[in-house]
DNA sequence: ATGCCTTCGTTAGCATAGCTAACGACTCGT
DNA sequence: ACGAGTCGTTAGCTATGCTAACGAAGGCAT
């Protein structure tokens, strides 16, 4: 193997890139996975309600959607966030199938202190980086965001 | 809201950041999760070989370390991939105690295998991508792991 | 050499999060 | 008005994470 291959390798090759960004992936949520404890939110949970807050009242089949969910599962999701006060649910007007999402107040401010509590570890590090790092990441960031989401 | 901030925007700030890829992690490791059903490998154990392929023979507590989850549950883990065959467990001539973890060459295929389908929807991805967004996720890997990494 | 303490891996039991299948309620088009 | 399609839920399964508790093995001091 080279030399320095542990930071330095550059996966050119697209399979293997393909495989590292996911590797890097897993470590990473698992490394978060503690502070999801601490906080009461777990990874999914605080995806979820992101998603409600940001993205304003929605329907559960919207909502599994965006978190590339089965609709069950978000049932359940959406379930206990309810049951903790988070974020509430109620017929649409128009549509009697549907049920609109919407966050409580209190659901953002809960999100806004897991998030911060949740991520501090991480942006810790993240400020301790070199620039240039840093900046490779911020440039990283929206591309993986787009990678992750469904074809068109 | 800025207009279009659903790509563009480019996270300076450390906590934005840190949550971006938080949240870019959940999205691709979802995304990539029906490959893994069909190839009969999940994304805890193909992680799990991997490091078994690669880093040797390893105790389960060395194994549960690099992949940063608790012995108990790497027990598991090293159990289902013994039982299909990939990894075999041994006792360490030295120390009584200890087990020693070893890939099997059926392991060895399997997980190339079971890589090349799991990362071939990301990878023709990537293959689509501009020669320079591609650049920046090439950076990008190295710098996530060693953020997945515990602190020293 | 004996005994205590630590370390290793396992077992048991729990919670969460994913899935599919099946179903009732509702809408909509004909 | 009725048949087909959509929405959300329930039921039941699997997988993965955890902690607590335990037996087996090693290490060290006396």
Redesign the interface.
Known sequence: MAKDD???????E??V????????????????RAEDVASGLT??RL?AL?VVVFGGPLTLRALAAA???QPPTMTRLVRTLEQAGLVTRRPDPGDGRQVLIEATPEGREILAAG??R???T??????N?PPD??E??????????????P?D
């Open positions: 542990t930071v330095s390798e550059r996966s050119d697209p399979s890139l393909a495989d590292r960004l996911h590797s890097a992936a897993i470590h990473l949520l698992r490394r978060l990874a999914p995806s992101s978190e590339q969910v998030r911060a949740r991520t501090a991480l942006a810790r590090r993240l400020e980086l790092e840093r490779i990441l911020g440039r990283a960031a929206p591309l993986l965001e787009r990678l992750a989401r074809p």
